[in-house]
C-alpha cells in the first residue's frame, strides 16, 4: 500500500491529507474499510493517538464514517471534495503543552497563593463535584485559570486561556465526546482537590506534581490508553 512515512508538525493533518488523496485517488472504494489503527500507524510510522485524530478530521471532511466497534469505512462521496481544512490542534499536543505550561505555572503559584484564592478554588472544585456529570465545564476553565492568575502573570493567564479554547476546536471536541471524557469527572475532581492541597501547602514540587498528574490521566483518555476509551472499542 503506497503509504510514505510522516514527518512534519501537525502530523494528525498529514496524515488524514495523504489517506484523502488515496481515497479520492480510488485507492480506496466507497464502503471500503480502512485498515485498523494499529496497522496504520505502523505503515505511516506515527502514534495511534495520530490516526485516531486523522480519522476524526477525515470524517469531518466527508470523506469517511467512524463506526464505533466496526471500523472506519469510506463513504460514497457525491460531487467534488474540498481538500481538508484547518480542523484544530492535536488533542493529544494540546494536552502535553498544557502538563508543560501548567505544571510550572501551579509550582509558581503555590508560592503566592492566599486563603483567599485558596477558598475560591476549593469551591469551584466543591461545585463541580456537587453537580456531577451535569457539571458545567465552565467551572474546570475557571480553576485552571484561577490558578495562572494567582502568579500575577498576565501572560500566563492569557496562555491558559488559549489553550483550554482550544479544547472546543473540531478534533478536541469530537474526540473527548466519542472517549466520553465528561466521564472522567471523579478522577478531575480527586485531581483538582489534589492540587488545592499542595497550594495550600505552599509546596510548589507537589503543585507541580499533582498539576502534571491530573493533565496526563486526561491525555491518556484522549489518547485511549485507559479503561474508558477501551470501552468505545475504537479501531
Known sequence: MPFQPIDSQRLYQKVADQIGELIRGGEFKPGNRLPPERDLSKQLGVSRPVVREAMIALELAGLVEVRTGAGTFVREVVGGVEPLGDVG?????????????????????????????IGHLSDLVDDMDRAGVESDPDLDRRFHVGIAETTGSAVLTAVVSWLWQMQYEPVFAILSERVHLAENLEATVRGHRAIVAALEAHDAEAARAAMSEHLAQVRDIIAGETAIVEQMSLT
Open 89 to 117: 490542534h492535536s488533542p493529544y499536543d494540546i494536552l502535553t503543552s498544557r502538563m508543560l505550561i501548567e505544571g510550572e505555572i501551579a509550582a509558581i503559584a503555590a508560592r503566592d497563593a492566599d486563603a483567599a484564592t
